[in-house]
């Protein structure tokens, strides 16, 4: 589809000629996606290539530019620090233009007293974090780290991150947004709305809390958000933090009201246990299973030798079979970070004698070696910044997530065992990274208080190599596949395939889930919404009456 040059011009005219561009160079740069190659024809690195690239500076640039797209029908997909190949157009031959908000990287302010903050999408996690630390306060970090949006976890995307037990979601922790819609108009929601502030996500005023983001967020399918207010929590350690040690392993002190530990379990059903009894006792400030990305056989080798400034990550090799190492990989097998924080000496020694009493009772331990100071501080450094998410590709270049599905604690480990046989499985093709069956990560609650969460298993493959990726694919296949066996719906892995299909594959499969309530009210969504289909279907809908044309098919 041939767009009319007068298009181009018209949206130049609203942000300047040095932020709209064309050339094939620059395009080519953003639709440049990870996780591409699992998807595209021929195994390719690249996404769909956009139009053109725009920066808009402001609101109303991001809605002048809307209103040309509506006019000239040219697709809209916004994009601020990104994460994952969906931050891309997604059909070849359908125009779309690449809204980069990188301009809009304002804090705009930081509210001390009632505790929250307002930001543009171009913020990220570690720039706020920064400052109002220096208040006493804190954000929660999404599990993708410190250099993502805030916008985007709190507005667009999922918000769960080692701090969600203690400070909640970033949708919970959304209290306003400014959202310009597909077709141009722009809505402020709740009390924002009214004219008071924005303090209240739900009212008084609107509150469409529940039609912009949902669980997992329009993904950039259904308009732009502009800004945001976030909430903010308590924070009871150092005003700045202070990194200490040679790179990569920096470590961070750890202040006297503060315990950093590794926990570990005997078996999967002590770990159930454990994480209830946390929940019931109401302790911790982290709670996170993050190490163990690295895969349970080779994680203790892994980490034990990036805090080593002796060594590399070509020793992690030989470090793995050493017994003392195999030893401490045994202990922390089945295990999880949490960094206790305590508002006086008083209750962090109270939380700390609850922890004993509750490892009692489970037969759960402390991992000694990775409690040990020179482990235990890169533990705050990793868990409190969370500014080593490079370490997601660090065996070949790549990863995909599988599994992941919510739910209690026995509810995930009722299917773990199943992921981790697959896995094993599927690691003996030696196509993928042999790291042991078990390489699942993930938030000890992604909502406030405890309760709910999913683990995501971390597939390494080399993005380099047709056989490593055709393995990777088939991983994704046998984990839907494995997962339906065992009666829990397909994981992430599923999301990412489907990025791959058309819409009417697309459109068949989504005419087949039992609740179609849901996508009924989101299709009127969309009309009311999004009536010239500028959003892609990242959020997710399907034309009336689909199902019934797919079974006259």
Known sequence: ????????????????????????????????????????????????????????????EVQGVTRVCNKYGIKIKPISTGWYHWAAPM????????????????????????????????????????????LGLNINIIGAGSSTSIVASACAYFGGGPNSYSMGNNSDNLLGQEWVTPAGEIIR????????????????GPSV?????????????????????????????QKVLEPKGPPPGYRLEIPENFRVYTIGAPDWDAWVNC???????????????????????LAAALWLTYIDP?????????????????????????????????NSMESIKLQDKVLDAILAQTGCYKVARFCEPDMAEFTNMY?????????????????MGSWMQAGTPDYVRNYIPTAIKGFERDQKSHLLVECGG???????????????????????????????????????????????????????????????????RIWDALSKIPQQFILNFQTKIKDAFDPNYLGDRNYQWIPPGWGQKADAK
């Not at 000629?17 to 690249?46: C, G, K, Q």
């Not at 868990?383 to 990863?399: A, D, P, S």
């Not at 190599?465 to 494995?482: G, L, Q, T, V």
Request: net charge negative.
């Open 1 to 60: 589809m041939e767009i009319s040059r007068d298009a181009y011009r018209a949206i130049e005219d609203i942000v300047g000629p040095e932020f709209i561009t064309d050339d094939p160079a620059f395009l080519d740069s953003y639709a440049f996606e990870w996780l591409a190659e699992l998807v595209r024809p021929n195994r390719s690195h690249y996404m769909p290539r956009p139009w053109a690239v725009v920066m808009p500076a402001s609101t109303a």
């Open 91 to 134: 059909k070849d031959n359908d125009p779309t233009i690449q809204l980069d908000l990188r301009r809009m990287n304002r804090i705009l302010d930081i509210d001390e007293k009632n505790r929250f903050a307002i930001v543009e999408p171009y913020v990220i996690c570690a720039q706020l974090q920064a400052e109002v630390m220096k």
């Open 189 to 204: 929601t709740g009390s924002l709305s009214s004219g008071c502030g924005w303090f209240c996500s739900e009212g008084p």
């Open 209 to 237: 809390r529940g039609i912009t983001r949902g669980v997992l967020g329009s993904r950039g399918g259904l308009g732009t958000y502009t800004k945001c207010a976030i909430k903010l929590n308590h924070w009871p350690g």
């Open 275 to 297: 994480y209830h009894a946390i929940y019931d006792n109401g302790i911790g400030y982290v709670f996170h299973r993050q190490f163990n990305l690295a895969g349970a056989d």
């Open 310 to 342: 002796k060594k590399t990550l070509n020793d992690v090799e030989t470090a793995s079979k050493d017994p003392a190492i195999q030893k401490v990989a045994e202990e922390g097998r089945i295990s999880f970070q949490l960094i206790l924080a305590g």
């Open 383 to 399: 868990m409190q910044r969370l500014g080593h998410k490079h370490c997601n590709f660090i065996w070949v270049g790549g990863y």
């Open 438 to 504: 078990d390489a699942t990560m993930g938030c000890g609650s992604t909502i406030g208080g405890g309760g709910y969460f999913g683990l995501e298993q971390f597939v390494s493959y080399d993005p380099n190599d047709n056989d490593s990726i055709d393995a990777c694919i088939k991983h994704m296949e046998d984990a839907i596949k494995d997962a339906i066996s065992v009666g829990v719906p397909a994981g992430k892995e599923a999301l990412y395939l489907q990025i791959g299909w058309s819409d009417e």
